[in-house]
Each structure stands twice: as C-alpha cells, then as structure tokens.
C-alpha cells in the first residue's frame, strides 16, 4: 500500500490555465509534507510544509496542507510551458528520509 | 550555492559487472541518501547514511551496497549488475535535526545494464 499518493498522474493543460495537483499520505510519523520540481535533472526543492492551514507561496505557485484531512496541493496559477515536469511529493517522519509518491507528470502546452 | 555531485550522467554496463556510482556533496551534510527512479514507481530509497562509516537499509537494499569512508561521499555499489537494476539514480543529501527532510539531489546517474 502506498504512502504517499498523487493524482493526477499526469495532466495536459494551456499556458495560462490554473493547475491542482493533489497529494495525499499516512498520518504514521508524519512530520512534514515536501513538494519537488524535477525537469530533466535534479529535483528541486519548492515547499516544506509542517502545519495544517498556513498557505506558502513562491511566485505563481502556493502550498498548503490539511493534517486532518492528509493530503496537501500545490496550485499553480498563469501557467507557464517553463513549468512542465514532473511534480514530486514526498513525506517526512520515521528514521529513514523522506516517502516519494509516484510523481504527477505536467505537460504545459502553448 | 548547495551542490551535490554525481560522477556520471550515463553509464553503460554489462551484466554481472561490478557497477561504483559516487556521489559528492560539498555542504558538510550528515545525511546522505540514495534512491532509484522508474517510470511509473517514482523514486524508491535504496541506502542511506546519517554519519562517516555509518549505513541504514532503504525499502529496497537488495544487490546494492553503499560505502562512506568520508562525510562528503557516498557511494554506491552494484556488486554483480543485473538488467533490472537499469534505472536512474539519485544521490541526495541533507543538514542534520530539522532540516534533514529537505533533500538537495544531484542531477542523477542514468545506469543501463545489457
């Protein structure tokens, strides 16, 4: 059974439109809720979320997690084609690093 | 600025080679990590290390063994490469307390065994 869970799994959108990508996980040591970005390369840290309800923003993206409800999104608004990847959620908690879900594919097109 | 190296970007190799991956960090991070990523699986954690000389099982240790002589590398290794051991691996490291569950990763080892 899966940790962390994402949908969806992948997502064709127009440059411009307004993305949810959704991330549910078990409450079992759960110590915090991470989203990545990984274009062709490394993944890139965007958010660290540890407590229900306070929105964090980084430009045209934002994060927020329900601890109560386990799950967080991350929206992504005007989007841009510079914003295909794939998006990576991970949970922290327990001894051993953080739990990836499978990851939500976003296609970007012009 | 945060760096994390991986020695390859692509390595080819034949089945039942021994298979080193290294990795590389330069921000005197305790943690380190390695994991596997397959299309349709995401990244899976395969070893990973909280000190020198130190080493804990990830979710899937089995034909793998890591080695960390030195707080900044850790390796990887393949001790008889098989065909389902083709993946890409991602080296990541992390600060100790709490900042050890943001990870910064390397640009990855495409690793393909024929």
């Known amino acids: 059974e899966d940790k962390v869970v994402q949908s969806p799994l992948s997502l064709v959108v127009h440059e411009g439109d307004t993305v949810t990508l959704n991330c549910s996980y078990e409450?079992?040591?759960?110590?915090?809720l991470l989203w990545y970005k990984q274009e062709k390369k490394a993944p890139t840290f965007l958010f660290m979320l540890?407590?229900?309800?306070i929105e964090k923003k980084s430009g045209r993206l934002s994060s927020i997690l329900d601890k109560k409800e386990l799950f967080s999104i991350l929206n992504i608004t005007a989007t841009q084609t510079g914003d295909s990847a794939i998006y990576l959620c991970?949970?922290?908690?327990?001894?051993?690093?953080?739990?990836f879900g499978k990851g939500t594919h976003l296609i970007i097109q012009p | 600025d945060v760096k994390v190296t991986q020695s390859s970007r692509y390595l080819v190799k034949r089945t039942g080679e021994k298979v080193f991956l290294e990795c590389v960090q330069d921000?005197?991070?305790?943690?380190m990590f390695w994991y596997r990523q397959d299309p349709g699986l995401g990244l899976r954690l395969i070893y990973f290390s909280y000190d020198v000389k130190m080493k804990e099982k990830g979710d899937i240790p089995e034909g793998y063994s890591v080695s960390r002589e030195k707080k900044e590398r850790f390796s990887l290794i393949l001790e008889s490469a098989s065909t389902n051991q083709t993946s890409m691996y991602l080296c990541a490291s992390s600060a100790p307390g709490t900042g050890r569950e943001k990870l910064f990763f390397g640009s990855g080892t495409q690793l393909s065994v024929l």
């Open positions: 991970a949970r922290g908690g327990g001894a051993d690093g953080l739990t």
């Open positions: 540890t407590s229900s309800g």
């Open positions: 409450v079992t040591n759960f110590r915090s």
């Open positions: 921000m005197d991070h305790e943690n």
